[in-house]
């Protein structure tokens, strides 16, 4: 009987320290490491990204800005050819007159009368034939030239007069006259004159067979129908090129 309560005891024995295993000392048992605590939450949007602040070391904070660098000007680029013949066409064409206009071309003796760059008339026309005239009992000299250069119309004259000067007598090997009515030509310069100014005129001639040859003793002579023309389109001021 007693050995029967003691095989009881050792049982309930044996069963309570199973169970009580299960409720073991807390000092046996493995410490569990707390979790960290999470990160303030900032009023930043979660998965955006955040500028970040540019980090200077003392080196460049010391460090002067560099100078700039010089502006070169990046080198022209060469014209072609054709590029320089157009750019000097429109620079011509700028220098160009405008309106009316005479032009008097004493290697080929033709005159042009122009409106800008359009021919409203070209003439047959007579220039300086460029002799040499002496005078020397006088010690004088003349050059029949036409003169070259840019002139205008001084005057428009109906029916001119002209007067002869002393070398149209010399030339003719004639005595100067005394008298101003001996040097009176009415005839001689046709029915129109233009002058150019020094003595030089755009005139008519009773010698239209000449026409085209350098004859003159400077004076541009034109034909009669192209000198009437010439005469009725023109106006003082407009300007007269030779060349």
């Known amino acids: 009987m007693k050995r029967t309560v003691l095989l009881a005891l050792a049982c309930l024995w044996l069963w309570a320290m199973g169970a009580f295993g299960l409720c073991q000392d807390d000092s046996q048992q493995p410490q569990t490491q707390p979790e960290p605590p999470a990160p303030p939450v900032s009023s930043q949007v979660v998965g955006q990204e955040q500028p970040q602040a540019p980090q200077t070391t003392p080196a460049q904070a010391s460090e002067p800005p560099a100078p700039p660098k010089p502006h070169r000007p990046k080198p022209r680029k060469q014209l072609t050819l054709q590029q320089k013949h157009d750019d000097l066409k429109g620079k011509m064409a700028g220098l160009a007159p405008k309106g009316i206009y005479i032009l008097i071309d004493t290697g080929t003796n033709r005159l042009y009368l122009m409106r800008n760059r359009c021919i409203l008339r070209a003439a047959v026309c007579s220039t300086g034939s460029g002799r040499f005239l002496p005078d020397p009992p006088r010690n004088r ?85 192209d000198l009437e023309a010439v005469f009725k389109t023109v106006r003082i001021g407009t300007p007269v090129y030779i060349f």
């Open 141 to 225: 000299e003349w050059t029949f030239d036409t003169p070259k250069g840019e002139f205008k119309i001084q005057r428009k004259v109906v029916d001119p007069v002209w007067i002869k000067p002393d070398w149209a007598f010399i030339e003719e090997a004639e005595a100067i006259p005394k008298n101003q009515a001996d040097r009176l030509a009415p005839e001689e310069l046709g029915d129109y004159a233009m002058d150019l100014g020094d003595g030089y005129l755009i005139h008519g001639t009773l010698y239209e067979r000449s026409l085209g040859m350098s004859v003159t003793h400077g004076c541009v002579r034109l034909g009669a129908k």
